[in-house]
C-alpha cells in the first residue's frame, strides 16, 4: 500500500527529467502522485532550478527541455512547506551536523520527522539518516 502523503526529496524529482536516472522506484512514486500528494521543503524551488541550470549550462539539457520538466513539475500536487531562517540555520544545521549530511538533505529529513510522512529518496546517505532516525522510507518495509 502507497501513501496518500509522503516528503519527495529532489533525488527523486529530479530522475524524473533524466531519462537515464529514472528507475521502477521513481516512477512509481510519481505515479503515486495521481492520487496523493507529495510535501517538500522551502530550499525545493532552489535545488530543482540550480540541477537544471546546471544541466542547460553542460548542454545536457535544451531550454525547451526545462521548459517541459518545470510544467510538468507544477502540474503535480507538490506542496512547499516554508520553513523560517532561524530553524533552517539552528534546528536544521544541528540535524545536518549530527547526520553528516547536507543542510539541504537534512531539510527532507526534517519535514518528514516533523510531518510523521515517509520519506522518498534515492540518496543512499539520507536512507541511512532516515533509517538512524525512525523515518518510515517511501516504498520500504
Not at 549530527?98 to 510531518?115: E, G
Not at 510523521?116 to 518495509?141: E, H, N, R, W
Amino acid at each position: 500500500m502507497t501513501p496518500e502523503r509522503f516528503v519527495v526529496d529532489n533525488s527523486v524529482v529530479m530522475a524524473w527529467c533524466f531519462e537515464d536516472e529514472t528507475s521502477a522506484y521513481t516512477d512509481t512514486v510519481l505515479e503515486c502522485l495521481e492520487h496523493g500528494e507529495a510535501v517538500v521543503p522551502a530550499i525545493w524551488p532552489l535545488e530543482v532550478g540550480n540541477v537544471l541550470l546546471v544541466a542547460e549550462r553542460k548542454g545536457r539539457l535544451g531550454k525547451a527541455e526545462v521548459v517541459r520538466f518545470l510544467e510538468l513539475i507544477s502540474s503535480l500536487p507538490l506542496a512547499v512547506e516554508q520553513e523560517s531562517p532561524e530553524r533552517m540555520l539552528t534546528t536544521i544545521l544541528a540535524l545536518a551536523r549530527d547526520l553528516r549530511l547536507s543542510t539541504y538533505d537534512a531539510s527532507y529529513l526534517d519535514l518528514a520527522m516533523r510531518s510523521g510522512l515517509p520519506l522518498a529518496t534515492q540518496d543512499k546517505s539520507l536512507i541511512k539518516a532516515a533509517k538512524k532516525c525512525d523515518v518510515m522510507l517511501f516504498g520500504k518495509k
